[in-house]
Structure formats: C-alpha cells, structure tokens
C-alpha cells in the first residue's frame, strides 16, 4: 500500500502531524503498536504553560498557546483544555531573586509573560498557602488540558480529514529505496514518500531502523490523583526551586505530579507499574505551599 507519508507513534504528536498533513492534502498514515494514547500522550500531567520555559522554547510555545486557546473550535472536539493560570511559587527571598532576575531577561527579549507577584497578591489568588511563602510568578494565560481528551480529539479530526490509523500494529524494518520508504510491520508492507518518527519513549529504537542513532534517556516522573475535595485552587501551581506542582480540577480532584522520578530503560516502559512509594509524593507537597 502506498501512502504519501507514514507516520510512527499514535500519541499526541503523531495524531497533530496526521491531522495537519492531511489537511495540507498529504495522503497519511500513522502507525502504532498499541492504541492511540496508550503511553504518555494519554497519561501525563497535562501542563499547557508558557511558565517557567527555556528561552528557546519561548516563540514556538507562544505559538501553541495561541493555538490552545481556540483548540476546542478547530478540532470540533473537547481537549478538556482550560485557562486557569499558572503561579510558580517562592518560599525565600532567593526564590524572589530568581524570578526578578528571569523576567528582566525576558523583557529584554520583547517578552512580558512572566509577572511577579508579592506576598499579599499570592495569598489573594491561593489563600490557603502556606505562611512561609513570600511571593511567586504568574503567567495568566496558562492552564491545563486532558491529556487524553487531547489526543484524541486530533486523531478524530485527521480522521474526518482523510488520515488512516492502524492501531496494534508495530513496525518491524525500515528501509530506504531512492527516495521512498519501504516500511515492514507484523501485517503488512508499505510505501512512503515521507517517514516520520513520532515514536516517544521508542524514538531512539525508530531512528536506528532509519539508520540514524539519538541516545534517548527513560524517566517517570510520579503523578496521582487525589479524592474529590472541597475546592481550594484555582490556578495551576508549582514551585521555582522544586519540582513538584498540583491543579485541582471542576470535579474536586487533585492531580499532584514531579517530585520523585523512575528512571527507566527502553524495555522497562513496558510495565504497567511502578515501585515507588506513592504516599511522599503528598508528604513532599503539604510542608512547602499549603497551610
């Protein structure tokens, strides 16, 4: 079967290249060896920040916050996206500094997306933080989406735009003839103009079938899920010198993720669980934001 591209890895990042090509009248495929959002496309925090970014992260996660915010209308779908804002908290006067120190940098850049906020304003937008804490930053058009939602609102949409998606099927060999790809899975052969690698933890084994060799390193950073609580935050929120952050959402839950991390290897992401002490992860949080 000839197709004009083929793309590998059902998550978010494939089903977004699906949906974009297709509307582009580029005849897609995707392949995945799962199911569409079985790995971290379909469990993840579901951060949407321009906070905290590296510098040349910056233009390009502008753009996607801009597209973010109408999301929903493109895609004719619910990515559970919500503007919520995001506030990094500070628990000293260094933290302060830092911050100061970030959004001089930024201004210089022509970015002004970054505010800081003093100790009354915090207390104001989270009043149940804890007494230690003397400020933080803020980036207003922050908030969150779920992530699964997310993922397959555009594997829908590059479906209604023509795009074709084989879930439980992986691919076996790669090879390169001309200018073509010929691509081998456990059921069948295929031929490409364009290959795509949107494999995500496997990416590295993708690219050695490409020919190509991208060390890739494995790691889980720990998330739960708490019980429906009264409502107590409305932004997202996390910390400039440790990484832990939490959002509650409309039904009272508590997502609380970073912390503790798994590393793991290219063959451990395959389990379907972990070793890890579930219980600190709260344990850390409670000292440093809440009162």
């Not at 505010?115 to 930053?137: F, T």
């Not at 739960?224 to 832990?244: C, D, E, K």
């Not at 993720?257 to 992401?269: E, F, P």
């Amino acid at each position: 079967m000839n197709f004009d591209a083929l793309i590998i890895g059902g998550g978010i990042h494939g089903s977004a290249t699906a949906y974009h090509l297709t509307n582009a009248g580029i005849k897609a495929l995707v392949l995945e060896k799962d199911y569409v959002g079985r790995h971290a496309s379909g469990v993840n925090a579901g951060g949407v920040r321009l906070l905290g970014r590296d510098f040349a992260e910056v233009p390009l996660s502008k753009e996607a916050m801009t597209r973010w915010q109408t999301l929903d209308q493109e895609l004719d779908a619910d990515t559970g996206f919500r503007r919520r804002s995001l506030i990094n908290i500070a628990i000293d006067d260094a933290d302060m500094s830092k911050i100061s120190s970030r959004i001089n940098q930024l201004a210089e850049s022509g970015y002004d997306h970054e505010v800081l906020i003093d100790q009354q304003e915090l207390r104001e937008r989270l009043p149940h933080v804890a007494p230690n804490c003397v400020g933080g930053v803020v980036s207003e058009q922050d908030g969150y989406a779920i992530p699964y939602k997310a993922t397959s609102a555009y594997r829908l949409a590059a479906e209604r735009a023509g795009a074709i998606f084989h879930e439980g099927e992986a691919v076996q060999s790669l090879r390169q003839i001309g200018d073509n790809w010929q691509i081998t899975t456990d059921r069948a052969t295929y031929n490409a103009g364009i290959l795509i690698n949107c494999s995500g933890a496997w990416a590295d084994k993708t690219a050695v079938l490409m020919g190509d060799n991208v060390p890739l390193s494995h790691s889980a950073p720990m998330l739960m899920i708490t019980a429906r609580m009264p409502h107590f935050a409305g932004p997202v929120v996390g910390a400039i010198s440790r990484q832990l952050s939490f959002k509650q959402f409309e039904n009272g839950t508590v997502l609380i993720g970073g912390g503790a991390r798994v590393l793991q290897t290219a063959t451990t992401t395959e389990q379907r669980w972990t070793t890890r002490n579930w219980r600190l992860l709260p344990r850390r949080l409670r000292p440093s934001f809440l009162s």
